[in-house]
């Protein structure tokens, strides 16, 4: 066809799938008939794998303790009281005892979890200056406005670390007796402090300032502790890996948690004989009271964990696939009369052509 | 610029200069010195000053079309763009943010996505004004020739640096810089043609004339004498009128007339060099006026979208509004706690509960903006555009005949092409083709079949369907690329005609031929061809021949029977009586030129006086007698003229001429003794070709054209048509020179036209008018029934009027021909008369048509013609496409009620076994109590379809006779047929709810006779009353109103140019692809945007459900757990393509099955994707994703030591899984490009996310979102929720979609299930069966394929024929009256009755009646065989408007009640819009535009 070849008209368009709209497609059409296999493939996929995550949820131990003190008649319960007033009174301590008729399978992570504590508040959650704590000594004198009103202490001078969150640094500590058999002397079970950060937050997003002459409280001169603390960050540890803005537990702190009632890690119990977990026995652990927590209706915890690959114990994950596979099977089952009823009349419908 | 005085403006006292400034302007001449200058430093002061003053009131010529400036784009820009409402709410929220108060993100940040859209929009308009201004730039720069007195002569200038006053010399094939006041033309009839296709893509020559007084001027015009002042109207838009006067020193005045004003974007053609004065310039210019600049139009879609974005704002601000106060009371909660959460104002004091609402409040309002999507408008225009990308490139809607395609003219309404409910159409040009083809004739009484025309015209629609096989020689093929060249349209020209005299050419090679010589306007060989009846074209050359003969006798013609004579005369008006221009085919825009000095028309009383004394005639009768004389003359001239030598193919012809035709030498018989006046610079070109003698016919409209054609084809050609003479040659008699003395134009209100001339042989002044039936019948001169001559006109006439009627019913439109002879007295009364209103400057038009009147009346019937407009291909499948869609098609045609009912039933919009209920009142009243009655009908025919019911209804006068079996059937809704006079009775405001009322129940109405006022009022009554979505198709300017006020405006792109074009939205080459265009893609368009759009607001929703859902776990403190980046980037780039995609390419149902089953077209009607309802159930079902997609995480992470932002990265993760899953639970066709879009997106936000998260330690506060993602991809649990969340939060919906695609599809669902079994091709009975079903399931009241049993259709044909519906025509009344049995003549008999017919205007007309001619009246049945023929007339009243006996009072009445419609149009009844739209000067878009004006046609 020489002429419509020559001919073709300026105007007409471009002959291809594209243009034309004719692109090879996947045409599914959502019916019965597809949704069907589908649903019970997502039924039994989600059942079995619901079965594991429970299973391997389930395996993970976990002991915890309120020692808030407001309830119980734990000894907790003076120091709560004595926070009542205001002031937390210096060095007030309880002990909670408690024992493992068995072996409490390790690793065992030491967590402290808080209660009503709304770290997630907006307000709460911009006060602080990332500037100061990666160790600029720029920001260091002078913090962001952000962290008003602890940007400066009454006496003008810069608070370090500046902010609310700092301010607010949860100073209660822990320490973990056991007693082998009954009678004999409590051992102090070692706690790794350290490793309880993300390792990018503690090697790379905190730093302390320069040291000055080889000292970093030289390096924090100038400053102040925030206002609610009883000593200055550079003597946070006496680590000098630890102190300063690269404590840990000041690190684990700022991390803000995502929801009103959260947990810390504390410490991991993973040296000597504590290796593979919590030999059975009984323990005291030995709290040291400073955090008011009563005065906003808050709760303290503190929680021994044993860790599986998913994390700690949650039973939800797997609860919530066996729920939702079930109700796939479920909504297989109902599609599955409706394919059957409706494939009658789809054969009526053949049967009419 | 030019140094001279200027041009001075608006003289005289300044109180009386205040009045007259608004109605006039005076232009002089630039060349003159001020007036009053008497010192010449004062003058020059003076003149300075004026010239200022002249700056400040009359534009220059420069174009300016850009907005901007470079200085002023910033501010300009920003100013438009903030007329957007959304706009101004996106930057109010991102400035909140920089009140440190109550920011939620870093300002910067926030502020870039709406610095982003608004940099984009604003490259967008600079990018266009920039185009502008290059092409502004290349027109102002344009030359021409300027005079110039310092140089005593014509200089080159810039078009932009003319101004008004400047004497303009513009010569063959330039563009007209500006409004110009014709002066002077080398033409030496002062004439001068232009071609405005620039402005309304019309291809015929318009003639225009030098300003009286100049014309007569035999040297060269100098501009330096031009003394004269010239007073005319200030700029408007009106294309068809200018008026104003020209005041000469000698205080004589002359009146000026749009013929003499030359438009700016014209093109002079045919005239060597014309001079004028520069009346209007630059933006004054009447184009330039009349460029309103794109419309820009709101979709249904984007109305309720808007609708539903305010109910997004509310819910924003209940939203905040809670949060607000949750906020307030926690604060208070903790005040006073010492809560170690708690953070103080930076005083150190407590924030008081209700600071700290308000504060919450403007925070929320900023983090929750996502639901307001800023992308949501920008990612329409970008569906929108892609989709008109689309619809453009679509194969199936190019147009191979006319190289076109589809035009989308206006881009953001594609969606409702979906959504259409009814359509109006224009009959001629759209439904049918516009191409007039000479069918038959009758002349005298005798009817001439032109079978053999029949059969040839046959035989085009045969070859049409065998188009493929066609293959044209390759001769054609070559000729494509050079088109413009002068050799190769020669050479194609003469192909086709060699081709098509063969008649080897079938209708596809005459489409190709037609595509090639498409610069003549409506001659396709279709039309050019025509076969004459041989027992015509005997009685023709008989004539011929006789008088050829007779000629030198005293009378005649009367040596002619008078039935030949008839017959001459018939083909002399068919020749004459039009504005027909003749040009050569070898050399197109050349004017045929055979010139005999005539004198110009007459002019003055006293130059008719002068010319017509007795001795005047007597020598005009002598030089009859000396033939011998004028005949050696003649050869003498012939001789002088081949030895002239001449490079002009005018002459070359008229040489050529002279050879072949050596009967030629008859123009001697012109009235005056005619002597060559060659123009002497021409050579002669010896080879010529025998086949170059053809002419072609450039009409004003295509019946014309069709008429000479047709007259051509009985040797009675047009060979020449000057300004103030028409040359008509015949075989024996020769060419024959007409002095045309007037020529009453046509308009849509006489509805005829009239050219008055002398006649060359029997030097009689004769009038020939051409016009609709109705009104020419009308003015007939009353004949006596005493004598035998009278007996036999009334015999003819009653004849004529038989074969009118049957013309009418096949579809053919009619016009009469008649003739009047005037007296030298006669004529020099009405010529008095008819001088007085020319040149009256107040009422001119007025006092024109009360001319027009008074001589066109006393008329003798010649005959009538049968002109058949041929349906388009595919008019009828489309109609019923269109109609199974759901559609209601409304046909409003200017034609009359026969022709509209024949093409109609043509093109299968009336059915046979419909009834047609007609409407035809006289009186508002009559009209009111017919509504009244029909409305009854159609209600207890709706009801209870008893016969007795309806019988008794009848009695009171109603019309359908008979009830007829039909009621009682499958009940179809009737069909309405209402003409132009009742339409206007019926659109009084106290009517129109009736008579919508009616039409609704009406399955089509068919608006008769209606003005284009009439028709956008009837497109805007239904828009407005039923709200539904309208669509207005038309292809003239009368149909331009009609498609303004049309929801959408559908053009095309036909044979009369442009104007509805530029008017519309989108252009279609022929009506056909009219389906595809709904029915697909505005199906498609609307589908997609439908689900786009909800898309968008459950996406948004949905993100913002997971913000406000963590508020009660963070204090109502509007702290957000998605990082900031991503809350603001996540619509504009994560989540944004592909839906993009989706709402581009997603077909719900493939072309073919909506094309078999346009029942699935419903659904866009009905709204059904995007309802209210739909909207909400949108919006809970993403309310509830969003909880699933928030409480899962939540859950999964309760008690757990996750920071904020992993969790809030998680969440986001699973948002876009959520919205991917989502978008393809939606997407109905899964391209490559869906796949890749997905995994591009997914991959987007991890990569964003890895990047941002490892770029910088410690910014981005308050977030810090180092290594976050990196951390939450090592976790487990990361993946498990990741894929719990999303199957949770869809599961409903996939399981109630299958269900219900299961249980309850829809219709759409069901096509493309049936698409799936067998696709690409359905079958025909399954097809049949489908439809069945799916009526079923639409419940539609609409009967596709109704079965009627035969015995059933066969009765009832039997009872319609014994009861046709004759009382439709109210002439009944006037039938039986026993004078009206005597005078079957309409004039006498037709007005007195008028009253008593009141009544019976209406009929429902039976089906299957289609025997017009055999009414039988009501009341008279015994006589209704010798009445049939008067019954059979139709809508006589409409010739009140033309009464001779009380034309003036009746005019005025009919004015007024035009007038009473249109917005005092009187005097035209004809509503001039502008129309708006581009159409440019080399395709730049400075609309030029010109409407034409509008023509009715008869």
């Avoid at chain 2, 050529?656 to 030498?665: D, E, N, R, T, Y």
């Avoid at chain 2, 581009?1144 to 995007?1170: C, F, I």
């Amino acid at each position: 066809m020489t002429w419509s070849a020559t001919a073709r008209g300026a105007h007409q368009p471009d002959n291809t799938a594209f243009t034309q709209q004719r692109l090879p497609a996947w045409q599914p059409l959502l019916s019965a008939s597809i949704a069907l296999p589908l649903f019970f493939c997502a039924g039994l996929a989600f059942i079995g794998l619901g079965l594991g995550l429970y299973c391997s949820s389930n395996g993970i131990r976990e002991l915890e303790h309120d020692y808030t003190g407001s309830s119980d008649a734990g000894n907790c319960s003076e120091c709560a009281a004595a926070t009542e007033g205001g002031a937390p009174p210096p060095n007030c301590s309880c002990a909670w005892y408690f024992s493992l008729p068995e072996l409490f399978q390790g690793p065992v992570y030491l967590y402290y979890e808080l209660t009503n504590f709304y770290q997630n508040n907006r307000r709460y959650g911009v006060s602080r200056d990332d500037a100061q704590l990666s160790g600029l000594a720029g920001a260091l004198r002078n913090p962001t406005d952000e962290c008003a009103p602890y940007r400066y202490s009454a006496a003008g001078l810069p608070v370090a670390p500046c902010g609310a969150i700092a301010n607010s640094l949860f100073n209660d500590s822990f320490s973990v007796w056991h007693q082998r058999e009954t009678g004999g002397p409590y051992v102090e079970v070692p706690l790794d402090r350290t490793g309880i950060a993300w390792w990018t937050d503690y090697h790379v997003k905190f730093r302390n300032p320069p040291l000055v002459n080889g000292s970093l409280a030289l390096a924090f001169e100038g400053t102040a502790p925030p206002p609610n603390w009883h000593r200055p960050v550079y003597e946070l540890s006496t680590d000098p890996n630890n102190t300063g803005f690269i404590n840990q537990d000041f690190v684990v702190w700022m991390r803000t948690a995502a929801l009103p009632t959260f947990r810390k890690l504390y410490a991991r119990i993973r040296q000597g004989n504590y290796s593979a977990g919590l030999p059975r026995g009984a323990y005291l652990v030995n709290i040291t009271y400073n955090y008011p927590v009563s005065a906003f209706g808050g709760h303290k915890l503190i929680i021994f964990s044993s860790i599986s690959w998913m994390g700690g114990k949650n039973p939800f994950l797997g609860i919530a696939y066996l729920v939702v596979g079930s109700l796939c099977i479920l909504m297989g089952f109902v599609m599955l009369v409706v394919y059957i009823l409706y494939q009658d009349q789809d054969e009526d419908d053949d049967d009419d052509d | 610029m030019e140094r001279e005085p200027a041009a001075a403006e608006e003289p005289g006292p300044p109180g009386r200069r205040r009045r007259r400034r608004r109605r006039t302007r005076t232009v002089r001449s630039n060349l003159l010195p001020p007036p009053g200058a008497e010192d010449p430093a004062a003058g020059a002061a003076k003149g300075e000053r004026r010239r200022r003053v002249c700056a400040q009131h009359l534009a220059d010529n420069r174009l300016k079309t850009t907005k901007y400036t470079l200085l002023s784009f910033l501010p300009k820009n920003l100013f438009e763009q903030f007329h957007r409402l959304a706009n101004v709410y996106f930057v109010f929220i991102a400035l909140l943010n920089f009140v440190p108060a109550v920011n939620a993100f870093q300002p910067g940040l926030a502020l870039a996505p709406v610095l982003f859209i608004l940099a984009v929009t604003a490259f967008k308009d600079l990018w266009e004004d920039y185009s502008r201004h290059r092409s502004d730039h290349e027109i102002n720069h344009l030359g021409c020739l300027v005079f110039s007195r310092e140089e005593n002569k014509y200089v080159n200038r810039f078009w932009k640096e003319i101004r008004v006053g400047d004497f303009v010399r513009l010569r063959c094939n330039e563009i007209i810089p500006a409004d110009i006041l014709l002066l002077s033309s080398s033409d030496p009839d002062g004439l001068c043609h232009i071609e405005t296709a620039n402005l309304d893509g019309e291809t015929n020559l318009k003639r225009r004339q030098v300003v009286r007084g100049f014309s007569g001027l035999v040297s060269e015009f100098n501009p330096l004498t031009f003394t004269s002042v010239i007073e005319c109207e200030k700029p408007n838009n009106d294309l068809t009128r200018f008026r104003g006067c020209i005041i000469h020193d000698n205080g004589k005045k002359a009146g000026l007339y749009k013929e003499n004003l030359l438009l700016r974007g014209c093109t002079i053609r045919n005239t060597d060099a014309v001079v004028g004065i520069v009346i209007y310039a630059g933006h004054e210019t009447k184009a330039l006026l009349n460029n309103s600049g794109p419309r820009y139009k709101r979709s249904q879609l984007e109305r309720q979208m808007n609708c539903d974005v305010l109910w997004c704002v509310l819910l924003l601000i209940c939203m905040s509004l809670f949060s607000a106060v949750g906020h307030g009371l926690w604060v208070r909660q903790y005040q006073d706690k010492r809560s170690l959460f708690d953070v103080p104002e930076s005083d150190g004091s407590a924030l008081s509960p209700v600071t700290a609402a308000v504060y919450s409040f403007l925070t929320m309002i900023i983090v929750l903006q996502v639901l307001i999507p800023i992308s949501l408008y920008v990612s329409i225009e970008i569906v929108k555009v892609c989709q008109v990308y689309f619809i453009n490139q679509d194969m199936e809607l190019y147009d191979e005949e006319t190289d076109s395609q589809l035009q989308c003219r206006a881009l953001n309404i594609t969606e409702d092409l979906g959504q259409i409910q009814y359509i109006f159409s224009d009959k001629t040009g759209t439904l049918t083709e516009n191409k007039m083809v000479f069918r038959r004739c009758t002349v005298s009484g005798i009817e001439y079949s032109h079978d053999a025309n029949a059969q040839r015209l046959a035989r085009y629609q045969e070859a049409d369907s065998e188009e493929e096989e066609v293959v044209p020689r390759g001769g054609l093929v070559s000729q494509r690329g050079s088109i413009g060249s002068h050799q190769s349209i020669r050479m194609m020209h003469r192909t086709q005609s060699t081709k098509s005299h063969r008649r080897t050419g079938s209708r596809a090679e005459a489409k190709r031929a037609s595509m090639l010589s498409r610069h003549t306007a409506f001659s396709s060989p279709m039309e050019k061809d025509i076969t004459p009846d041989p027992k015509l074209l005997e009685k023709v050359s008989e004539c011929d021949r006789c008088l050829a003969v007779a000629r030198h006798q005293e009378h005649p013609l009367a040596h002619l029977s008078p039935e030949l004579s008839d017959v001459f005369d018939f083909f002399i008006a068919l020749t004459i009586c039009n504005t027909v221009v003749v040009t050569s085919p070898d050399q197109p825009r050349q004017k045929v030129r055979v010139r005999f000095e005539l004198k110009s028309p007459v002019k003055t009383i006293e130059d008719f006086l002068r010319r017509f004394t007795p001795s005047r005639l007597t020598s005009g009768c002598s030089s009859i007698g000396n033939l011998a004389t004028n005949k050696s003359n003649h050869k003498s001239g012939s001789n002088f003229l081949s030895n002239l030598s001449s490079n002009s193919t005018l002459l070359r012809l008229e040489d050529k001429l002279g050879q072949s035709a050596p009967a030629i030498a008859s123009n001697g018989y012109s009235s005056q003794a005619g002597n060559w006046a060659p123009e002497p610079t021409r050579e002669q070109e010896p080879e010529l070709k025998k086949e170059e003698l053809e002419l072609r016919y450039e009409a004003e409209s295509p019946d014309e054209a069709a008429l000479v054609y047709a007259a051509k084809a009985y040797n009675c050609a047009l060979v020449d048509r000057l300004h103030d003479q028409v040359s008509v040659e015949l075989p024996h008699l020769g060419r024959l020179t007409f002095e045309l003395l007037h020529t009453l134009g046509f308009d849509s209100i006489r509805k005829r036209m009239s050219v008055v001339i002398r006649h060359p042989i029997t030097d009689e002044i004769n009038v020939y008018t051409k016009g609709a039936d109705s009104v020419v019948m009308d003015l007939l001169l009353p004949c006596s029934s005493d004598d035998a001559r009278g007996r036999h006109q009334k015999k003819i006439r009653s004849k004529t009027q038989n074969f009118l009627n049957m013309y009418a019913v096949e579809g053919l439109r009619t016009l009469c021909i008649a003739k009047r002879v005037l007296s030298e007295e006669e004529y020099a009364c009405w010529l008095q008369s008819h001088l007085e209103a020319e040149s009256s400057l107040d009422n001119r038009e007025e006092l024109l048509f009360q001319s027009a009147i008074r001589l066109e009346t006393n008329l003798h019937l010649l005959g009538a013609t049968g002109i058949e407009d041929r349906l388009q291909e595919g008019v009828p499948e489309t109609i019923a496409k269109l109609r199974q869609a759901g559609l209601q098609i409304w046909v409003l045609t200017g034609d009359k009620q026969e022709t509209a009912i024949n093409i109609a039933r043509a093109c299968k919009l009336l059915d046979h076994e419909e009834e047609v209920i007609t409407l035809n009142a006289e009186s508002q009243e009559a009209c009111a109590a017919l509504l009244d009655q029909c409305l009854h009908y159609v209600q207890s025919r709706g009801l209870h379809s008893t016969p007795e019911k309806t019988e008794g209804k009848m009695s009171v006068g109603f019309s359908p006779l008979c009830p007829t079996p039909a009621s009682t059937a499958s009940n179809p809704s009737p069909s309405l047929v209402i003409d132009g006079r009742s339409l206007a009775y019926a659109l009084e405001k106290n009517l129109e709810d009736k008579f919508l009322f009616l039409a609704k129940q009406c399955q089509s109405v068919l608006c008769c006779r209606s003005t284009p006022l009439q028709k956008s009022m009837v497109v805007k009554l239904v828009r407005s009353k039923l709200k539904a979505m309208t669509l207005a198709i038309g292809d003239g300017a009368n149909d331009v109103s009609m498609i303004q006020v049309a929801d959408v405006g559908v053009g095309i792109l036909g044979q009369e140019g442009m104007q509805a074009v530029m008017a519309s939205d989108f252009a279609v080459p022929r009506f056909r692809y009219l389906e595809r265009l709904l029915i697909v893609h505005g199906h498609w368009c609307y589908s997609r945007l439908a689900n786009m759009v909800l898309y968008f607001f459950y996406k948004n929703t949905m993100f913002v459900g997971l913000l406000f859902w963590f508020q009660f776990y963070c204090g109502f403190s509007a702290s957000a757990m998605i990082d900031q980046w991503y809350l603001i980037f996540f619509n504009l780039l994560f989540s944004s393509l592909p839906q993009l995609v989706t709402g581009v390419l997603d077909k719900d149902v493939p072309a073919h099955v909506l094309l078999t089953k346009p029942q699935l077209y419903r659904s866009g009607q009905n709204m059904e994707e995007y309802r209210p309802q739909t909207f909400w159930l949108n919006m809970v079902d993403a309310a509830f994703q969003s909880l699933v997609c928030f409480f899962i995480p939540y859950l999964a992470y309760y008690n757990s030591d996750v920071d904020l932002f992993t969790w809030g990265t998680l969440i986001t993760a699973i948002a876009l899984f959520t919205f991917l899953l989502h978008l393809g639970i939606e997407t109905r066709t899964w391209t490559w490009l869906n796949w890749i879009t997905c995994g591009f997106s997914i991959i987007l936000f991890f990569t964003v996310a890895l990047i941002y998260n490892a770029s910088c330690a410690a910014c981005y506060p308050p977030s810090n979102p180092y290594w976050t993602v990196q951390t939450l991809l090592r976790d487990p649990v990361f993946y498990l929720t990741c894929l719990i969340a999303p199957v949770t939060a869809l599961l409903p919906r996939l399981f109630f979609k299958a269900l219900q695609g299961s249980l309850f599809p829809t219709p759409l669902q069901l096509g493309r299930q049936s698409a799936r079994k067998c696709p690409k091709r359905l079958n025909i009975p399954k097809e049949t069966f489908a439809q069945g079903r799916l009526e079923g399931d639409l419940r539609t009241d609409h009967s596709v394929g109704r079965t009627i049993s035969p015995s059933a259709s066969l009765s009832r044909d039997r009872v319609s024929q014994d009861c046709t519906s004759q009382a439709a025509w109210h002439t009944q009344q006037a039938a039986c009256s026993p004078e009206a049995s005597e005078e079957p003549s309409m004039v006498d008999n037709s007005v007195p009755l008028r009253d008593d017919t009141v009544l019976e205007g209406l009929s429902a007309q039976s089906p299957g009646s289609s025997t017009w001619g055999a009414a039988v009246p009501e009341g008279c049945p015994e006589e209704s065989k010798v009445k049939s023929t008067s019954a059979g007339r139709v809508a006589p009243l409409s010739s009140l408007f033309n009464l001779p006996n009380f034309s003036s009072i009746n005019w005025i009445s009919s004015l007024s009640l035009v007038s009473g419609l249109g917005n005092g149009q009187a005097g035209r009844g004809v509503p001039v819009q502008a129309p708006s739209g581009r159409a440019g000067l080399k395709g730049t878009d400075h609309g030029l535009l010109l409407v034409a004006p509008s023509r009715g046609r008869s």
